[in-house]
């Protein structure tokens, strides 16, 4: 049975940063590409960054150039490093394996990101 754990969010200050882990097990980690996708309230759920088997890596215009994903093989871990944090990034952040950009596996609990203004 696949799970998904996500951790490290919390409330931030505009400007500050955090790093988000997805702790992964039941699926073979190293072939999957693993995406983080986030919902704001009252938004529907919305991919944020993929990065693939490979390593290559795609992020949505609104956090490019903030934001990098990346990915421990050997701890079956994703992790997304969010810098330069807006208001606007508060959401509650999931991790998800992807096929076509569509995520194809039970969600975990998320973690919640709150930055203030």
Sequence with gaps: QVQLVESGGGLVQAGGSLRLSCATSGMIFRFETMGWYRQAPGKLRELVAVITSRGNTNYANSVKGRFTISRDNAKNTVYLQM????????????CNAVVDTKPYVSWGQGTQVTVSS
Excluded at 85 to 94: G, R, S
């Design 83 to 94: 810098n330069s944090l807006k208001p606007e990034d508060t959401a509650v952040y999931y």
